[in-house]
């Protein structure tokens, strides 16, 4: 592996244990292992354009390890890997390094803006769970309108009806 990574290191080419590090962040909302992650790419004289774009493609990968379970035709680490993710996260993911990777071109300090994406990934899967316990929330609601159960909500130790709105579908816009 030593002489790998020392090749890796004379070509520029990214060591691919960099883009396990920043999807391991991500599975651990961890954004101080992010900047960190940051100064390793910058301290190894790594381009941040090339870092974007390769983190973009081990994003794919990851995609398509669990979308098409190619894990016979991926490597293992990464087949495994993708196990911990969801379509919807690595999507979102993607994005990310697709907007970063377009703004890097221009950007006259590319490692914030490598930093402030990686930060952004990071903060993802929390945004995603809020939006997965809505979703539950929601059809839990429904449920219970289905067989005529009174929801309440308790706050500090107060009860109340609970307040519909949030989870209401959108009222089509009156003709």
Known sequence: KYFIGAFHDRIGVVDDDLYFRATEAVLRSDSAAMIQLVHAVVRAGYDIQEFVDGLSEHLRNLLVAITMNASTSMKKRTAEHAQH?????????????????????????????????????????????????????????????????????????????????????????PA
């Open 85 to 173: 993710f969801s379509e919807s996260t690595l999507m979102a993911l993607i994005h990310i390094a697709g907007e970063t990777a377009d703004t890097l071109r221009t950007a006259r300090q590319p490692r914030l803006r490598l930093e402030m994406a990686l930060l952004k990934m990071a903060s993802l899967p929390s945004a995603l769970d809020l939006k997965s316990m809505l979703d539950i929330a929601t059809r839990l609601e429904q449920k219970a309108d289905r067989e005529g159960i009174h929801l309440t909500v308790e706050t500090q130790g107060k009860t109340q009806p609970a307040d519909r709105t949030p989870f209401a579908p959108a009222e089509p816009a």
